[in-house]
């Protein structure tokens, strides 16, 4: 199994989702392929090693940066439809959970170390014996409840394998002759 978690700032820049570390400067077009984390190839290299299932957990928010934000505005095509934030993920035998739903912001903790998705997930992830799914919705009804809507986490699960325990306590059996 592998798990990558990361918190921080998420655009997308020319369809590639982006993930940028809070200490890093504002980055901007060109500058992401060179300073950024390229998002889809970190879940595709972890994928290439076969694992059990690949976790990806992303506490950031999903925002599109526009290449000319002049002359996009000006054309509804571009600035309508592209504006939506960062772009699905996929690989097979993967579950990608995102902080907030595409073209949002995910809100960060008022005064707390960690932002609204990461508090949430703290509470739940050690949860014994409880599918990551299950664990997701349980952080998602927390989120969802504590922003009064206003950050929705997503999740897209493209699983193969079923009960996906992150921590799991083993029950004793009795001993048979």
């Known amino acids: 199994m592998v798990l990558f978690y990361f918190a921080g700032h998420g655009i997308q820049w020319e369809d590639q989702n982006y993930l940028i570390p809070k200490d890093t400067p504002t980055l901007n077009g060109a500058a992401l392929n060179k300073s950024a984390i390229n998002a889809q190839h970190i879940l595709d290299s972890l994928s290439d090693h076969n694992p059990y299932v690949t976790i990806f957990l992303l506490d950031c928010c999903r925002k599109y940066h526009l290449r000319n934000p002049e002359v996009d505005a000006r054309n509804p095509d571009v600035s309508g439809s592209k504006s939506v934030g960062l772009k699905a993920m996929h690989k097979a035998g993967s579950l990608i959970a995102f902080a907030c739903a595409p073209g949002t912001i995910a809100?960060?903790?008022?005064?707390?170390?960690?932002?609204?998705?990461?508090?949430?997930?703290?509470?739940?992830?050690?949860?014994?014996?409880?599918?990551?799914?299950?664990?997701?919705?349980?952080?998602?009804?927390?989120?969802?409840?504590?922003?009064?809507?206003k950050q929705i986490p997503f999740v897209s699960a493209s699983l193969l394998e079923r009960d996906i325990y992150l921590y799991s306590q083993q029950t004793k059996r009795p001993h048979k002759p």
């Open 107 to 149: 809100i960060e903790g008022k005064g707390q170390r960690n932002g609204l998705f990461t508090t949430h997930l703290l509470k739940h992830i050690t949860t014994e014996n409880e599918d990551i799914q299950m664990i997701l919705r349980d952080v998602a009804k927390g989120v969802t409840q504590e922003s009064k809507s």
